[in-house]
């Protein structure tokens, strides 16, 4: 997959250092009515892989079960390591809710990792060794994810940063037959309120967008076809 964003000067020739100076932000959606949002998305992430662990559960309780219990065992097993992902994925991703106060690119490819692996996509990890701010690293685990999930058909997702010029840009490239974001996306992307649609579509994409912005950064989305660019640029 052909990275270089040389090809996309003009668009990051916008990006310039005024965005940092846009404060206070008048946000459309307040703290409580986001706080709902995040907390809806959660429990929404979360029930799939606690249902499966109380399924497993019961299979192994019925008696006239007994010949499913590999089964019930690997299910068990499998469900409990997704919620342990999405658990420590959420900390940092949503909140940074942990003792660290900066995190390694290592720590956080774990974490993305965690949730990604296994489906269509392939992950391509390019982030510099380093250490991450909080804000920089709920940027990062995010534009990581949503990037890995604009490829619901697979294809290639490429994560990679830079630094230039007291600014670090965090770069999501998603290239494959079918690479899109869904309308919700779009719409949280550009840190709009959701008129219509699925809020769980949307509050993540604009949970990116506020968290780049509120740092005094700016985030960019390019969709054509079979292809999406998600850049973020924030200050070092």
């Known amino acids: 997959m052909n990275c270089d964003l040389n090809a996309d000067e003009s668009m990051l020739a916008s990006m310039n ?15 409580i009515e986001l706080a709902t949002y995040v907390a809806a998305k959660l429990c929404h ?15 192994m309780r019925d008696p006239s079960a007994q010949d499913m219990r590999e089964d019930a065992l690997s299910l068990i097993e499998q469900s409990a390591r997704k919620m342990v992902a999405l658990v420590h994925f ?50 990062l685990t995010n534009l990581a994810y949503l990037t890995v999930g604009a490829l619901p058909m697979g294809g290639d997702a490429v994560i990679q940063s830079r630094v230039e010029n007291g600014f670090l840009f965090i770069e999501g490239f998603a290239e494959g037959a079918r690479a899109r974001l869904k ?54």
């Open 17 to 31: 250092s005024t965005d940092a100076a846009k404060a206070p932000l008048d946000l459309p959606v307040d703290g």
């Open 45 to 59: 992430d979360f029930i799939s892989p606690s249902g499966a662990i109380v399924s497993g559960l019961d299979l």
């Open 90 to 139: 959420a900390r940092v991703a949503f909140g940074a809710a942990t003792t660290s106060e900066r995190f390694t690119a290592r720590e956080l490819q774990s974490l993305v990792t965690g949730l990604t692996e296994g489906g269509r996509a392939s992950l391509d990890w390019r982030i510099h060794e380093g250490e991450f701010s909080k804000p920089q690293a709920r940027a």
């Open 183 to 236: 309308p919700e996306a779009v719409t949280g992307l550009a840190g709009e309120r959701l008129i219509e649609g699925l809020a769980g579509q949307w509050i993540q994409p604009y949970w990116l967008w506020l968290t780049v912005v509120e740092a005094g950064g700016s985030l960019h989305v390019t969709v054509e076809d079979g292809r999406v660019v998600l850049v973020a640029r924030m200050p070092v």
